[in-house]
């Protein structure tokens, strides 16, 4: 391929104001070849806007609202833009690095497996982990910003005649699962219309489970996309499940089983406790991996048999309406990672794993993760010490075809910033294509190897003409004159294994 050269302006000037001698040569060059006598027109922006910044689809009357935007300024020229306007234009919010005017230009017609997805971890959550207040409005603050992916823990209450949204076995304080529903619902298609996957971690006995199915049929009704009682060979495309809710959960089981404990203890009449408290005891209690003995990790109690395959074994009471509602089944398979990461041509599912798991098994399984993937959903999930609501380096994940990277957005730090810089890429929609080599076989069945040493594809090369900023922090007595500040620019390159996917050909 050829190489393609990328400049990117980044600004930190001595002085608020930029005196004209001060501007780079190549950027007052560039200026006078698109202005007359000092001053940028309309016109002249647009063409800098097609010419220069590749913008084709920019029109004149975007151009004026540039200027428009500017008026403000002291700095500003009445009659368009001057040398310092024109470099607040070209590092203010009016210039972003990519053009999310285009919207969700790659091919959306692949089955949803085929894309990287904006994924949330406990998506209700304030803060931390472990005491923070459960609300909405982390979900709201999400969806405006492109997620896609929201999970739900959900729990009976004090009371169980009802069902409630919190990170069990710690100190949240938990919010009404209704009122998360509707704020869904409200909320979902503000930043894209792309389907929103509702993940839930069910911990509910069969009749609150027909509860929450009569919470999502009614309050989603026609936008809740429902396969049936049919497991789905392959996953429809985002294309065709614009604007639908979809549901992905493992089949109920865990609580029937503790159920099972629950009705022995009460036939041979063991102790005086209330048997439902002493049956949700142990199942707590059994939630544990002992893989991962120094974690909280809350997907452990998916290590157990496919669904589908040992429902026989279940008592009858299973819900049926709530596991009607499943578009994306989860669940581990027993038998170890061999077993989790096999390939099913009649049944696509959804396999969770922490990050440490997938780090484990991307040293011995790396192929086979990214097999596993190319037809199933992989999500991938903070280890549980991450108590302070910090997240881990997504590429791990996206470099072996994981969809579902699951972040907790509350947070802060430079993952969040890799995957926030991640999701703007496709007009912002909250789902990006999977580079070719992740979805493609050979004649022989062979995948990519994420270990193995490839030639360069594509150069990426940033000039930082000079900046502006510092001022911000500090005054400018600040700084003794005769031993001027020494800044200096970092620049950081990532995502460019899945980035460059991305790139118009």
């Not at 998506?123 to 992916?149: E, M």
């Not at 009471?317 to 041509?345: M, T």
């Not at 959903?377 to 997240?391: E, T």
Request: aromatic content about 10%; overall charge negative; some cysteine.
């Amino acid at each position: 391929m050829s190489k393609q050269t990328y400049r990117v302006c980044l600004c930190f000037s001595r002085r608020f104001k930029l005196a004209v001698a001060e501007a780079p040569e190549e950027i007052r060059a560039l200026f006078n070849q698109y202005s007359d006598n000092g001053i940028m027109t309309d016109n002249h922006l647009h063409r800098f806007l097609i010419e220069v910044q590749k913008q084709e689809k920019a029109t004149l009357e975007e151009a004026q609202a540039i200027i428009e935007s500017l008026k403000h300024l002291a700095i500003f020229h009445r009659k368009g833009l001057n040398l310092e306007a024109f470099f607040k234009y070209l590092f203010g919010d009016n210039n972003p690095p990519l053009d999310l005017k285009l919207g969700a230009h790659h091919d959306m017609t692949a089955p949803i497996s085929h894309y990287f997805i904006y994924t949330g971890h406990n998506s209700y959550l304030t803060g931390n982990q472990l005491s923070s207040d459960c609300s909405d409005v982390p979900i709201i603050n999400a969806l405006k910003k492109g997620v896609r992916v929201i999970e739900l823990d959900i729990w009976p209450n004090s009371d169980k005649d009802d069902v409630e949204v919190l990170h069990g076995r710690t100190l949240t304080t938990p919010v009404q699962l209704i009122k998360c529903l509707r704020s869904i619902k409200e909320h979902a298609f503000t930043a894209s219309e792309f389907p929103v996957v509702i993940t839930l971690e069910d911990h509910l006995t069969p009749d609150l489970q027909s509860k929450v199915s009569k919470m999502v049929t009614q309050t989603f009704g026609d936008t809740l996309f429902s396969p049936g009682s049919e497991c789905l060979k392959e996953f429809p495309s985002p294309e065709s499940l614009k604007r639908r809710i979809i549901i992905s959960t493992k089949p109920p089981k865990e609580y029937l089983e503790a159920k099972e404990i629950k009705d022995k203890e009460s036939d041979s009449q063991k102790g005086n406790a209330a048997p439902d408290e002493e049956a949700w005891g142990k199942e707590i209690l059994n939630l544990k991996s002992a893989d991962d003995k120094n974690e909280l990790d809350e997907d452990d109690n998916d290590a157990e048999e496919d669904p589908g395959e040992g429902d026989h074994k279940l008592p009858h009471d299973i819900a049926p309406e709530y596991k009607r509602l499943i578009a994306i089944p989860a669940g581990k398979p027993k038998g170890g990672l061999e077993e989790c990461l096999k390939v099913d041509p009649d049944k696509a599912r959804r396999l969770s794993l922490s990050e440490q798991q997938l780090e484990n098994a991307a040293e011995t399984h790396g192929k086979e993760i990214v097999r596993f993937t190319q037809r199933n959903i992989l999500r991938v999930y903070p280890k549980g010490i991450r108590v302070n609501s910090s997240n881990y380096n997504p590429l791990i994940g996206w470099m072996h075809g994981a969809q579902m990277v699951a972040f907790n957005m509350q947070g802060y730090g430079r993952s969040l910033w890799m995957m926030q810089g991640m999701f703007r890429a496709n007009g912002g929609c909250g789902f990006v294509k999977k580079p070719d080599f992740l979805l493609k076989s050979g004649p022989h069945g062979e995948v990519f190897d994420p270990k193995a040493k490839l030639p360069v594809q594509k150069t990426l090369k940033v000039k930082i003409y000079m900046g502006e900023g510092w001022y911000y922090d500090f005054h400018h007595t600040h700084f003794d004159a005769y031993s001027p500040p020494d800044f200096y620019v970092r620049v950081s390159g990532y995502n460019l294994l899945v980035s460059f996917s991305s790139l118009h050909k």
